[in-house]
């Protein structure tokens, strides 16, 4: 463990799984995407997350997206990951939400997955079996702040000391990431009470 680096393996892993959408597309294989203000609009508020689904045998543009999604709605993996995002919603608002081909519109080159990941703080790529990964982080200038620097520093710290344990913590989870933020948070008021605890707590999910 004496050389193993959370911070690099961190960026690394997501510029790995850009690298894989990348190599999707040059692979000819059709990702389809669209966005969270397309869920359940009126009844949800909008995070700023895209989406992109795919299955690698859908290399036609012209499929719809019922192609790959089929019963992904109301896949566990899938329920959950919206779950962590926006609280427990209703089955329904998600279903509608993958098999509308109106929220849908195909990704086919570098250049337009380089354009829809620009206008979002997080991209999510979903296969047809559920599985997902993040694509990029959300950026918020809080984080260049010293209560930002901080607080990044400590859950790293909370997080890398809880490897090789039987409860490791893993960011991608939001049961983890709440843990480890709490974790953080207390060490941090301990070792620096002059920091402003109000303000990072107000930007929680920028550190998700």
Not at 20 to 40: E, W
Not at 110 to 118: G, V
Request: aromatic share 12%.
């Amino acid at each position: 463990m004496d050389n193993f680096d959370l911070r690099k393996y961190l960026t690394e892993g997501r510029l790995l799984k850009e690298d894989q959408a990348s190599d999707l597309i040059n692979d000819g294989v059709i990702l389809y995407a669209s966005d969270d203000s397309k869920l359940a609009p009126g009844f949800i508020k909008p995070k700023g997350i895209g989406f992109i689904v795919y299955n690698t045998s859908i290399t036609d543009p012209s499929k719809s997206i019922l192609s790959v999604t089929g019963t992904l709605s109301r896949n566990q993996k899938v329920s959950q990951l919206f779950n962590d995002n926006y609280g427990v919603i209703d089955i329904d608002y998600i279903t509608t939400f993958f098999t509308d081909p109106k929220n849908w519109k195909t990704i086919t080159s570098e250049d337009e997955l380089n354009s829809f990941m620009s206008k979002y703080s997080k991209v999510y790529m979903i296969n047809h079996n559920g599985d997902s990964s993040q694509l990029n982080e959300a950026f918020n200038p809080f984080l260049d702040t010293e209560e930002g620097g901080y607080m990044r520093e400590y859950i790293y710290d909370v997080v890398e000391d809880s490897m090789g344990e039987p409860e490791s913590l893993d960011l991608e989870y939001r049961s983890d990431f709440d843990i480890a933020f709490d974790l953080a948070l207390a060490k941090l008021k301990k070792d620096h009470p002059e920091l402003d605890f109000g303000a990072i707590e107000a930007n929680k999910e920028s550190f998700f």
